[in-house]
């Protein structure tokens, strides 16, 4: 069964980083691409990064380009989103999704909440 | 960067209803569409991809369609939990990119 879990979620101070990570199961981990993708309250899914399988490259949005980087590990089969620079627009539930047949598997979710 | 206008925003429609929901892509797209369902407080669940393709175990009233870079989803015979809010999403060239979703209530 194809799992996704997501973590590293919190409160966090506008400036201050927070790296989110997505353990995957049930797959073969290399060989898919994933994407975050996030959602601010009460609003609608907004792509963040992309990574392709096997290192084939790693894409962002620009409203993240510069402050988040998205990464693999293949050895752990996990996917994390380094975000830096935080602003208080960047508050939303980030969801993990596997990128085969349009986005088929999404994790749970991990809240990430920017404020003083 | 590609845009995906979808509409209408908000949807009101009865138990046993068929309803259409629509993504336009500001260019072309091949068939790199997929649409989802999502509840308050819930992960989105795929529903279809490849603009037409079913995902699997979802019931056949859900289908989608394309017609150059317009591209449909259409539930048949509503029922009580398929009132949701419905999105697409582009996937054929990085940034990937939704649509501004579809809220669908009775």
New interface residues.
Partial sequence: EVQLLESGGGLVQPGGSLRLSCAASGFSFNSYAL?W?RQAPGK????VA?SRGSGAGT????SVKGRFTISRDTFKNTLDLQMNSLRAEDTAVY?CAR?S?????????TTVIVSS | ?IQMTQSPSSLSASVGDRVTITCRASQGISN???W?Q?KPGK????L???AS?L?SGVPSKFSGSQSGTDFTLTISSLQPEDFATY?C?Q?NT????????TKLDI
């Avoid at chain 1, 609608?44 to 792509?47: A, C, F, I, Q, S």
């Avoid at chain 1, 894409?59 to 620009?62: F, G, I, S, T, W």
């Avoid at chain 1, 047949?101 to 979710?109: C, E, I, L, N, R």
Wanted: hydrophobic residues 30%; without cysteine.
């Fill in positions: 994407s993708v609608g899914l907004e792509w992309g894409y962002h949005a620009d969801y990128d047949y349009g986005m088929d598997a999404w994790g749970q979710g | 960067d790199y569409v997929a989802f999502q992960a989105p669940k795929s279809i991809y490849a393709r995902q999105y999403v996937y990085y940034p990937y990119s939704f649509g501004q979703g």
